[in-house]
C-alpha cells in the first residue's frame, strides 16, 4: 500500500499556488506526476501524494520542478482570488472517485484532441510538402521548355543567317558570271568587226589580183575561213564541296532545328566530360556514370576498404552532386575512419537535398540525422546529437534502436549515466 505524503507546504498569491513536497530520492525518470484543473497526484513509489483542489487551475501552464529531494509546483489560478483552503474539506471516498474518474477522462480526451491536432497538422504537412514539389516540378517544367524555346531560336536565326549568306554568295557568283559572259559577247563583236574589215579589205585586192589563178583564191578562202572562226573559251574548273552530315536521312526528311539542338547538347555533355575531370580518361564509357561509381562505392565500403569507397563516391559527386545517396554513404565511411566533421558536413548536404521531406525521402532524413547525431556525440556534443536523434525519432517513432541509443544521450547529459 503506497504512503501518503501529509508533510507538504503551500503558499498563493491571489494569481498562483505554490506547493513543495518532500519526497527523498525522487528524479525525473521515477516520478509520475497527474494534474487537471481539479486534481493532484504524484506517484513515486512508495510514496503517494495527491490533492483536490478547492478552485480550477490552469494546468495546461502550471509547472513543476523536480530536485533536491523535492518536487515544487507552481499552479495557476483561473480564477483571481485568494483560497481559504488548498483541497476541498470533507471529500468522502465516493466524491474523491468521481474526481479521479472524472480528472482521468478529460485526461483522455485532451490527448485524444492532441492526437487528432497531430495528425491534422501531419496532413496538412504533407500536403503542403506536395503542394511545394509539384510547384518545384512545375517550374523545372517550365524552365526545360523555356530553355528548349531559346535552343529552336536560336537554332533558327543560325539557319536564317546561314541561308542569307547563301543566297549572297549566289547572288554574287550570277553578278559576276553575267560581266564574264558581257565581256566575252564584246570581245567577239569586236573580233566581228575586225574580220569584216579585214575581208573588206581583202575583196578589194582580189578584184584588183585578176592574174591570178583558182589554186591561189582557194588557199586565200582557205585562210580567210580560218580566221573567221573566233578562238577557244579557255578552260576552267569549278570545285563544289557539299556539308558533311551526322544523320544519314536526306535534308528534305530531316528536322535541322531538333538535330542540330541534339548535337549542340552532345557536345557540351562530352567537354563537361572529357575536359572538366581528368581522372576521366583513363575509364572507359560505362564506368564514368555515377550510379555506377555509387555501386562500385558501396561493393567497397561492405569489404570495409573505405578509403577506396570515398574516392569513388568523390568521383560520382563531381559527375553529378545533386544525389543525396552519395553524400550520405560518404557520411558513412568519414564516420567508420574517425573523420567526423567530414562525415558532419555530408550529412547536412544530403539533408539538404533530401527536401522537400515526403514520404520517399524518409529513410534517407533518418539515416542522415542518425549519423550526424553520431558524430556529434563522439566530439561530446551531446545535446546537438540528442537534436538530431529526436528529429530521427519524429520521422520513424516506433524504431527501438533510435529510443534506446536516445535515452542514453539523455542519461549522459543528466549526469547518470557515466561517460565509457
Given at each position: ?138 517550374e523545372e517544367r517550365k524552365k526545360i521548355e523555356d530553355m528548349k524555346e531559346n535552343e529552336r531560336m536560336k537554332a533558327t536565326k543560325e539557319l536564317e543567317a546561314w541561308k542569307e549568306c ?223 536523434y529526436e528529429a530521427a525519432l519524429k520521422i520513424d517513432p516506433s524504431n527501438e534502436i533510435v529510443q534506446n541509443d536516445a535515452e542514453k544521450i539523455r542519461n549522459i547529459i543528466q549526469g ?5
Open positions: 500500500m503506497p504512503l501518503q505524503v501529509s508533510d507538504y507546504t503551500w503558499q498563493q498569491t491571489k494569481t498562483s499556488v505554490f506547493i513543495s513536497v518532500p519526497l527523498r530520492g525522487v528524479s525525473v525518470r521515477d516520478a509520475d506526476v497527474f494534474c487537471t484543473e481539479n486534481y493532484l497526484k504524484v506517484n513515486f513509489p512508495p510514496f503517494l501524494f495527491e490533492v483536490f483542489l478547492c478552485a480550477p487551475i490552469d494546468d495546461e501552464n502550471s509547472k513543476a520542478k523536480i530536485g533536491n529531494d523535492t518536487i515544487i509546483f507552481t499552479l495557476y489560478k483561473k480564477e483571481v482570488a485568494m483560497w481559504e483552503t488548498l483541497s476541498l474539506p470533507g471529500v468522502e471516498k465516493e466524491m474523491m472517485q468521481r474526481i479521479r474518474e472524472k480528472s482521468i477522462l478529460q485526461a483522455q480526451e485532451r490527448a485524444k484532441e492532441a492526437t487528432e491536432a497531430k495528425a491534422a497538422a501531419r496532413r496538412e504537412d504533407q500536403k503542403y510538402a506536395l503542394n511545394v514539389m509539384m510547384q518545384i516540378e512545375e547563301q543566297r549572297k554568295a549566289e547572288e554574287q557568283k550570277r553578278i559576276h558570271r553575267e560581266e564574264k559572259f558581257c565581256e566575252q559577247e564584246k570581245q567577239i563583236e569586236e573580233e566581228r568587226k575586225k574580220f569584216k574589215h579585214k575581208s573588206h579589205t581583202r575583196i578589194s585586192a582580189s578584184r584588183n589580183l585578176a592574174t591570178k589563178g583558182r589554186n591561189s583564191e582557194n588557199i586565200f578562202l582557205e585562210k580567210l575561213k580560218e580566221n573567221s572562226i573566233p578562238a577557244p573559251r579557255s578552260v576552267g574548273s569549278i570545285k563544289i564541296n557539299f556539308t558533311p552530315r551526322v544523320f544519314p536521312t536526306a535534308l528534305r526528311e530531316s528536322q535541322v532545328a531538333e538535330e542540330e539542338e541534339w548535337l549542340h547538347k552532345q557536345a557540351e555533355a562530352r567537354r563537361a566530360l572529357n575536359t572538366d575531370i581528368p581522372e576521366l580518361s583513363d575509364l572507359k564509357e560505362e564506368e564514368k556514370n555515377p550510379e555506377w561509381l555509387k555501386d562500385k562505392g558501396n561493393k567497397l565500403f561492405a569489404t570495409e576498404n573505405y578509403l577506396a569507397a570515398i574516392n569513388a563516391y568523390n568521383l560520382a559527386i563531381r559527375l553529378n552532386n545533386k544525389i543525396p545517396l552519395l553524400y550520405l554513404n560518404r557520411a558513412a565511411c568519414h564516420l567508420k575512419l574517425k573523420n567526423l566533421h567530414k562525415a558532419i558536413e555530408d550529412s547536412s548536404k544530403a539533408l539538404e537535398l533530401l527536401t522537400p521531406p515526403v514520404a520517399d525521402n524518409a529513410n534517407g532524413r533518418m539515416k542522415a540525422h542518425i549519423r550526424r547525431g553520431t558524430a556529434f556525440c563522439q566530439l561530446e556534443l551531446y545535446v546537438e546529437g540528442l537534436q538530431d547518470t549515466e557515466l561517460k565509457s
